[in-house]
């Protein structure tokens, strides 16, 4: 018994001393543990890249047909899609009662034109007698009075003639423009509410326009690709539906004449060619403008930065081979590079690799330097 007490005591202590060890051991990842990194100089070069806008592509010209009488559609002269020219003939609304208003109206013309000519002639016999004071001069004022009034009557009834003539024109109702028109929301017999009933749409479609919104701070800069949009070198427009990008770039039409003060943004609208009818009105897309900034831009390699709590930081190499924590106001990526907007200049040192084991003060050992930024645009 004695023997085995003996045994097990001794294991105890050693199995604490094993610990004591353990604990008086310095940990390799604290301060005071050289961590092996590598490190890129700062850089600066010109970055070209693409700034990306969600737009929709709109008719430049764009007319709901509608009737401006009410009736029953009587004739269809086109099919669905068809190209149409200015002028030539969609509708027709049946016009027989208007035709018999017209008619009604032009026999009630000739009823007034028949006064007139009476008042006419009653009005020179008493102009007659009243040179010869045969006649009291109050008769002589209301034979002018009536004279004027059959007058009243003929141009009333002639502007009546108009109004429904032009009632008969309505009937018919006419291609406004050049264009492409849709399908039609109406068949042959269908009845029709003068101003409400939509018939069809016509738009144009060559060229096409695609509208998108820019945030106020960003009108100076558009201002300036308007003024120097006939230089292609300075500023390219193009739009892609997912990973197609359509084939002809853009330029710009016009900006609004106001900020939406509700979003702070300001619509831009844009013109394409479109020969070959591969825009629609109303698909969405990305606009796609090409940003090759004159001044240099600082460019590091995407895999240095570190985020918390959404702040972007990178750890810069100072002197004894420490590093410090600085912090970033980023710009876009570019590949596997992104651009720094403030917070490093050029000649620094950061660390590309091995991020993950510093913190503030770290001292570190320089190993092979990653892959660094070289300066060049990214694709």
């Avoid at 001069?137 to 108009?162: F, P, S, T």
């Avoid at 190499?317 to 990526?333: A, Y």
């Amino acid at each position: 018994m004695r023997y085995s007490s003996f045994l097990f005591n001794g294991s105890i202590a050693t199995f604490l001393i094993l610990v004591a060890c353990q604990t008086k051991q310095p940990s390799p990842q604290g301060l005071s543990a050289v961590v092996p990194v590598a490190v890129t100089e700062v850089k600066v070069g010109h970055a070209a890249y693409f700034d990306e806008y969600p737009g929709t592509v709109t008719a430049l010209n764009q007319v709901d047909l509608r009737p401006q009488v009410s009736g029953y559609i009587t004739g269809i002269f086109f099919k669905d899609g068809d190209r149409v020219r200015k002028g030539q003939k969609l509708y027709t609304i049946d016009q027989q009662i208007y035709s018999a208003n017209v008619q009604q109206a032009e026999a009630n013309l000739q009823v007034q034109e028949a006064n007139l000519n009476k008042a006419q002639k009653d009005a020179d016999r008493y102009h007659e007698l009243d040179k010869h004071d045969a006649i009291a001069k109050q008769q002589v004022d209301y034979a002018n009075a009536a004279l004027e009034a059959a007058r009243k009557q003929v141009e009333a009834a002639r502007a009546n003639i108009r109004a429904l003539q032009s009632n008969v024109h309505f009937a018919t109702l006419f291609a406004p423009f050049d264009g492409i028109i849709g399908i039609s929301q109406v068949k042959k017999g269908a009845a029709v509410v003068a101003g409400q009933t939509l018939l069809n749409v016509v738009s144009t479609d060559n060229p096409i326009a695609v509208d998108f919104a820019v945030d106020q701070k960003e009108i100076f800069h558009f201002t300036q690709l308007q003024q120097n949009k006939n230089e292609k070198e300075d500023s390219t427009f193009t739009i892609a539906f997912g990973n197609d990008v359509y084939g002809q770039p853009g330029s710009i039409s016009f900006m609004d004449r106001a900020v939406d003060p509700q979003t702070g943004t300001l619509k831009v609208r844009l013109t394409f060619p479109n020969n070959h009818q591969l825009l629609k009105a109303g698909m969405s897309t990305t606009v796609r403008v090409l940003n090759n900034a004159n001044k240099p831009s600082v460019l590091i390699p995407h895999k240095s930065v570190t985020e918390q709590l959404g702040e972007y930081f990178v750890y810069v190499l100072g002197d004894s081979n420490k590093v410090s924590q600085r912090k970033l106001e980023l710009g876009r990526p570019i590949g596997a590079n992104i651009i720094v907007k403030n917070g490093l200049q050029e000649g620094e040192k950061i660390v590309v690799q091995g991020v993950q084991n510093l913190r503030e003060g770290s001292v570190v050992t320089l190993g092979q330097p990653g892959n660094g930024t070289t300066g060049q645009p990214g694709k």
